[in-house]
T-cell receptor, first 115, second 117 residues
Framework: KAGVTQTPRYLIKTRGQQVTLSCSPISGHRSVSWYQQTPGQGLQFLFEYFSETQRNKGNFPGRFSGRQFSNSRSEMNVSTLELGDSALYLC??????????????FGPGTRLLVL | AQKVTQAQTEISVVEKEDVTLDCVYETRDTTYYLFWYKQPPSGELVFLIRRNSFDEQNEISGRYSWNFQKSTSSFNFTITASQVVDSAVYFCALSEERTSGTYKYIFGTGTRLKVLA
């Protein structure tokens, strides 16, 4: 079974621009979460989508948004980029189980550099 | 407050040495899950193991073993006979239920392991 895929893998943008990152979950997985990883802050939770609805949200400004499509693919968007948005953005998918608990499987990430 | 502490920022060992990565967690929940992930230079977090709070049995998988002790709130990871390919950043994570019925992950800051040939 194919793993989580993320595109693009690398991206260079300038301040003020916007960017859209894409994530395709493992087949059958309906929950998609996004994380930002930086050397200073570590892994920080951005948001989680399930059945096209945002189910949980981390503590990030409104410039960070996302959506999920009916095929469970997800996109996240960052508007008005700032230098501090330079990071590795990781997507994780999980299989929703009746017990509610899930293991997250991560994609390779998108490295965003804001100049 | 929920928290995961990986006090070891970086560890260097020589190939074939054993190494233990420490993880200490804090939670008020009685039901929770603990994880270890490996992040090689490529960036992808690779799932290694999941443990639930009711199962304190130690686990061994090849050269990897995990020691879960609720009494000390620790979930340590040992690599036996380390290899250069084990060089990576290792993350410990805690997952517990939100009031909404969904689950959240809390990651430690990671331990960078360097295995020298």
């Amino acid at each position: 079974k194919a793993g989580v895929t993320q595109t693009p893998r690398y991206l260079i943008k300038t301040r003020g621009q916007q960017v859209t990152l894409s994530c395709s979950p493992i087949s059958g997985h309906r929950s998609v979460s996004w994380y930002q990883q930086t050397p200073g802050q570590g892994l920080q939770f951005l948001f989680e989508y399930f059945s096209e609805t945002q189910r949980n949200k981390g503590n990030f400004p409104g410039r960070f948004s996302g959506r999920q499509f009916s095929n469970s693919r997800s996109e996240m968007n960052v508007s008005t980029l700032e230098l501090g948005d330079s990071a590795l953005y990781l997507c994780a998918s999980s299989l929703e189980s009746s017990g509610g608990f899930k293991t997250q499987y991560f994609g390779p990430g998108t490295r965003l550099l804001v100049l | 407050a929920q928290k995961v502490t990986q006090a070891q920022t970086e560890i260097s060992v020589v190939e074939k040495e054993d190494v233990t990565l420490d993880c200490v967690y804090e939670t008020r929940d009685t039901t929770y899950y603990l994880f270890w992930y490996k992040q090689p230079p490529s960036g992808e977090l690779v799932f290694l193991i999941r443990r639930n709070s009711f199962d304190e049995q130690n686990e061994i998988s090849g050269r990897y073993s995990w020691n879960f002790q609720k009494s000390t709130s620790s979930f340590n990871f040992t690599i036996t006979a380390s290899q250069v390919v084990d060089s990576a950043v290792y993350f410990c994570a805690l997952s517990e239920e939100r009031t909404s019925g969904t689950y959240k992950y809390i990651f430690g800051t990671g331990t960078r392991l360097k295995v020298l040939a």
